[in-house]
């Protein structure tokens, strides 16, 4: 039998933490009130590509391309600045000691093991890029041994309903650093990898699936953005990792024209026009900042990896995502007064659906908008898509906020969520 422990979380909601007792509304928004039945074409901005077309085996995140351009660079801000806190960072280190687990337990109070997985992936992601900026091929090998080391370990993700943002998290995480170091482990050991790959659909795909399709027996919108945005980038970081075009598909689709509240305009859930227009609330807006912040990475994670795919979610909606960022720059980074979008959210309590009303925007509650989030938008759409200054204008403030972006630090989850080291990798003149 496996082991997975969600099924008792259907019934008691109020005792999931960061869980199943806060639910969302996955309502439809803005431009798309058409049935996706009907106007499947319509909706999709971005073509799904035939199932016999290649997946693109650049690297994930970072292409060979990023990698020549960043070394040239090294010595010299930013990227200076951004090697020098990796190289600091001791997960990058080659007498970092790695844990691998026979399952990762997240939501189980008491018995939860899922923060070793998160700094052993963090290690392999480090050191891999360590090995790719010129460090030696020592760092390929041990994060390979990491990398390995659970895949020959760990058989299932468990916990309550929590075990869908493990899934999700440290899912789009192995996936990343696992194509990361694709081409050097397939030369030293092609079995050993092929074993990598199907461990990750065998652990998490597996998960990832039965959340978007069946989120624990919820109506669609129960959970909030973060929820469905970790596990999509998991299938498509896992789409990618196993030549798998129907993996990626399935994600690219449902982030187009699905129903959980991980569809980018669910997510980003109101576009604001007049003096507002070039800013766009988010879905987790209405609950606390941090989780809103994490809604921001995860979908620059998305949209970069699909950028390397040849998939531009960065245009998505006229630059749906920039407007996210710079409502998330403008309230928090700037403390300036952004509007609010009053929202429905439906949920499910233990006797069935329930709706509440969403009526203003999260306190800042002394956050200041801070993190490893900010850099790849900034320079994405700054440098790489070449827009106007004013559009960018509190991206930019973020991403000096955070100079230089980390990753993998302090001992809770909101720590390792985000790779980071976007200051490194994403910079651009």
């Given at each position: ?14 005792s ?19 049935t ?19 997946m693109i ?45 026979a ?85 030293k050991?092609e079995?050993g990898?092929?074993?990598?790959q ?12 039965d ?9 669609p ?29 399935e ?97 499910n ?58 990753g ?22």
């Amino acid at each position: 039998m496996k082991k997975l422990y969600y099924v008792i979380a259907i019934f008691f909601f109020s005792s999931c933490g960061d869980g199943i007792d806060l639910p969302s509304p996955g309502v439809e928004t803005d431009l798309y009130k058409l049935t996706v039945k009907e106007n499947k074409e319509a909706l999709m901005q971005v073509p799904l590509k035939a199932i016999s077309e290649p997946m693109i085996h650049c690297g994930a995140l970072h292409t060979p391309e990023d990698f020549e351009y960043v070394k040239a660079r090294l010595s010299r801000d930013p990227w200076k600045s951004g090697y020098e806190i990796l190289v600091d960072n001791y997960h990058s280190r080659l007498d970092y000691v790695a844990n691998p687990q026979a399952d990762i337990r997240r939501g189980e109070s008491g018995n939860e093991n899922y923060m070793v997985a998160a700094n052993d992936v963090a290690a392999a992601y480090q050191m891999g890029l360590r090995y790719h900026l010129g460090d030696g091929n020592a760092y390929a090998d041990h994060a390979i041994e990491i990398l390995d080391g659970w895949a020959v370990t760990c058989k299932v993700v468990a916990g309550n309903s929590n075990l869908a943002l493990a899934a999700g998290l440290y899912g789009y995480e192995f996936a990343v650093a696992g194509e990361l170091l694709r081409d050097y482990w397939k030369e030293k050991d092609e079995s050993g990898f092929a074993r990598y790959q199907q461990w990750m659909l065998d652990v998490f795909y597996v998960a990832n699936h039965d959340f978007l399709v069946n989120h624990f027996g919820t109506v669609p919108g129960h959970y909030w953005a973060n929820w469905g945005l970790c596990n999509l980038a998991s299938m498509i970081g896992i789409g990618i990792l196993t030549d798998r075009r129907d993996i990626y598909n399935e994600a690219i689709e449902h982030l187009q024209i699905g129903d959980t509240n991980g569809r980018l305009t669910y997510a980003i859930n109101h576009v604001f026009t007049g003096d507002y227009a070039n800013l766009a609330q988010w879905q987790e807006s209405g609950r606390d900042m941090g989780h809103t912040l994490l809604c921001q990475g995860l979908m620059g994670t998305i949209c970069q990896l699909t950028w390397n795919q040849g998939d531009d979610f960065f245009g998505y909606d006229d630059n749906r995502y920039l407007k996210g960022c710079e409502y998330n720059g403008r309230y928090l980074v700037a403390s300036m007064d952004v509007p609010f979008e009053a929202y429905a959210r439906t949920w499910n309590n233990a006797w069935g659906p329930t709706t509440d009303k969403i009526l203003t925007i999260a306190d800042r509650n002394g956050s200041n908008g801070s993190g490893p989030i900010w850099a790849l938008a900034y320079y994405h759409y700054s440098k790489i898509k070449g827009l106007d200054a004013e559009k960018c204008q509190y991206s930019k403030m973020g991403m000096e906020l955070s100079f230089p972006e980390q990753g993998g630090l302090g001992s809770t989850s909101g720590g390792y969520d985000n790779l980071g080291f976007g200051t490194l990798m994403y910079s651009r003149e």
